[in-house]
């Protein structure tokens, strides 16, 4: 750090600031085979609600009493293809949901699947249940 104040001035903490929201952008990015996998099925990976979806995470929950984990990256690896497709639409829609929760509509469930939802998402999305 001392070389890059040196050579840098005071630009260091900018540089240094830059690179690690770079690298931290491209750890979340989709693997190569994810993204071969995504536009077999003609999916756009550089999409929206794909990046979002991804950026997401891995979405911890619990099945039938069982935990349960599931990320776009990892669904796409193992090729599964309507898993992969109900997953961006879950995360779009609970983002919908938790952006504007007074507008928000009770979900199909042929497009969402509540195991794409944190326990807390789906009771989120119960109490549309309950008011509406």
């Known amino acids: 750090m001392r070389v890059w104040k040196n050579s840098l001035g005071g630009h260091a903490a900018i540089v240094l600031a830059a690179l690690l ?21 003609s999916i756009d990976p550089a999409s929206e609600n794909v990046k979002l979806a991804d950026q997401d995470g891995t979405v911890k929950t619990t099945v039938s009493g069982d935990p349960e984990e599931n990320s776009l990256e990892s669904l796409a690896i193992t090729k599964k293809t309507n898993a992969v497709k109900s997953f961006i639409d879950t995360r779009t829609y609970i983002r919908r949901v938790k952006a504007d929760f007074s507008r928000a509509e009770k979900p199909l469930f042929d497009s969402y699947n509540p195991r794409f939802m944190t326990p807390d998402e789906r009771k989120l999305v119960g109490k549309l249940y309950e008011q509406k």
Do not use: C, K, N, V
């Open 21 to 41: 929201a770079i690298t931290s952008g491209e750890a979340l990015a989709l693997s190569r085979q994810a993204t071969d996998f995504l536009l077999s099925i």
